[in-house]
């Protein structure tokens, strides 16, 4: 942790960081009941699955929960903390059963999508105009790879943020490397069997999600519902491939995911869902959990919020600007969007009013 930070922690009266508290204050909920109807203009399919957040607008893409093969894709929620409005349904694919979307990340005006269809397809990663909502790309750019499956997507900012490997970054089920493609053009930066393999000691790679240090490039994973930390050492070169913590293993249930927050007051800290079967009846505070980049547990303070029980299938999406974190809630059919800072740093932001503020627009 930097300087900085401690010195800001100090201030807020923070724990120490190898044991923070993560304040959450709920700015809004959204309900994405109207993307599950297959009649409406903003369907994606039964259940949300991959969200992307930007501080303002919400992305999400659905899941196939219909019993046979049905369409997913994706809609925009625009000014999200405000009135709010959906937008007709775009990047549809005809989707298997019990299939869908993996996860979407947003840079800017690109926005990633990776699908999982069960097997190759060239559209497993793709990338989209976010204003225009226009497809730009599917994977390899000018010579799709089908053998490729779209497990998880988020936006590589490279060894250090910068070098030759920042783009459109995805993990393959079956694949043990890291895929770097150009985020404008979908061609792959390293040719797609080229990206350095990154599995740890076992060697499995049942990819679900994953999440990059925005200043190091560091890697951090899903697999088999296990968290896993690969360190950047160069452009195309990691190490120290470990699992952070003992998650029951899972490698059959899907919608497992991550997202790196740098918390102001806090510092940097990973949020997953801990999610090894997919029954019913799981409660909201117990699945969601975060810890540090070491994988020290870290306490959350919900600050009275309550979420009814799902099934464990959960997806996150932080903005780093407005320290805000979007939470899909699949079986209820919400999203939750969160302010993160400390309630002290909160109020060094300025954010107190903000909350109020939105909470009346909302």
Same mark, same amino acid.
């Given at each position: 942790?930097?300087?900085?930070?401690?010195?800001?922690?100090?201030?807020?009266?923070?724990?120490?960081?190898?044991?923070?508290?993560?304040?959450?204050?709920?700015?809004?909920?959204?309900?994405?009941?109207?993307?599950?109807?297959?009649?409406?203009?903003?369907?994606?399919?039964?259940?949300?699955?991959?969200?992307?957040?930007?501080?303002?607008?919400?992305?999400?893409?659905?899941?196939?929960?219909?019993?046979?093969?049905?369409?997913?894709?994706?809609?925009?929620?625009?000014?999200?903390?405000?009135?709010?409005?959906?937008?007709?349904?775009?990047?549809?694919?005809?989707?298997?059963?019990?299939?869908?979307?993996?996860?979407?990340?947003?840079?800017?005006?690109?926005?990633?999508?990776?699908?999982? *269809?069960? $097997?190759?397809?060239?559209?497993?990663?793709? /990338?989209?105009?976010?204003? +225009?909502?226009?497809? @730009?790309? %599917? !994977? #390899?750019?000018?010579?799709?790879?089908?053998?490729?499956?779209?497990?998880?997507?988020?936006?590589?900012?490279?060894?250090?943020?910068?070098?030759?490997?920042?783009?459109?970054?995805?993990?393959?089920?079956?694949?043990?490397?890291?895929?770097?493609?150009?985020?404008s053009t979908?061609?792959?930066?390293?040719?797609?069997?080229?990206?350095?393999?990154?599995?740890?000691?076992?060697?499995?790679?049942?990819?679900?999600?994953?999440?990059?240090?925005?200043a190091t490039?560091?890697?951090?994973?899903?697999?088999?519902?296990?968290?896993?930390?690969?360190?950047?050492?160069?452009?195309?070169?990691?190490?120290?491939?470990?699992?952070?913590?003992?998650?029951?293993?899972?490698?059959?249930?899907?919608?497992? *995911?991550? $997202?790196?927050?740098?918390?102001?007051?806090? /510092?940097?800290?990973?949020? +997953?869902?801990?999610? @090894?079967? %997919? !029954? #019913?009846?799981?409660?909201?505070?117990?699945?969601?959990?975060?810890?540090?980049?070491?994988?020290?547990?870290?306490?959350?303070?919900?600050?009275?919020?309550?979420?009814?029980?799902?099934?464990?299938?959960?997806?996150?999406?932080?903005?780093?600007?407005?320290?805000?974190?979007?939470?899909?809630?699949?079986?209820?059919?919400?999203?939750?969007?969160?302010?993160?800072?400390?309630?002290?740093?909160?109020?060094?932001?300025?954010?107190?009013?903000?909350?109020?503020?939105r909470r009346?627009?909302?």
């Open positions: 942790m930097k300087t900085s930070v401690c010195m800001l922690a100090v201030v807020a009266g923070l724990a120490a960081a190898s044991q923070a508290q993560v304040s959450m204050t709920l700015l809004k909920t959204i309900d994405t009941s109207s993307t599950s109807t297959n009649t409406n203009t903003n369907f994606v399919g039964s259940n949300v699955s991959g969200i992307a957040w930007n501080g303002t607008d919400l992305y999400v893409a659905g899941y196939n929960a219909s019993g046979a093969t049905a369409n997913t894709g994706m809609a925009k929620f625009s000014n999200a903390l405000g009135a709010g409005s959906w937008s007709n349904t775009f990047g549809a694919l005809s989707t298997s059963n019990s299939r869908g979307f993996s996860s979407l990340a947003i840079k800017g005006n690109t926005l990633l999508a990776g699908w999982e *269809n069960g $097997a190759g397809n060239v559209n497993s990663v793709r /990338g989209f105009n976010a204003t +225009a909502l226009t497809q @730009s790309w %599917a !994977t #390899g750019g000018g010579t799709p790879d089908a053998t490729r499956r779209g497990s998880a997507v988020a936006f590589d900012p490279g060894f250090n943020a910068g070098g030759t490997n920042v783009g459109a970054s995805y993990l393959s089920i079956g694949s043990g490397r890291r895929h770097v493609l150009d985020a979908g061609a792959y930066i390293n040719g797609q069997n080229a990206g350095d393999i990154i599995n740890e000691a076992s060697g499995t790679s049942n990819w679900r999600g994953m999440a990059f240090d925005s490039g560091d890697l951090y994973a899903r697999e088999s519902n296990r968290v896993f930390k690969a360190v950047r050492t160069a452009d195309n070169a990691f190490s120290n491939s470990t699992i952070l913590n003992a998650y029951t293993t899972a490698t059959a249930v899907d919608n497992q *995911n991550i $997202a790196f927050m740098n918390i102001t007051g806090v /510092g940097k800290v990973l949020i +997953a869902n801990d999610r @090894s079967v %997919a !029954t #019913g009846g799981q409660i909201f505070t117990s699945v969601i959990k975060i810890t540090d980049t070491n994988g020290v547990a870290q306490t959350i303070n919900w600050n009275g919020f309550v979420a009814a029980n799902g099934n464990g299938a959960y997806n996150f999406s932080f903005d780093q600007a407005s320290q805000t974190l979007a939470i899909s809630d699949f079986v209820n059919r919400q999203v939750y969007i969160f302010a993160v800072p400390t309630p002290g740093t909160a109020a060094l932001l300025g954010l107190g009013g903000l909350i109020v503020a009346r627009r909302a």
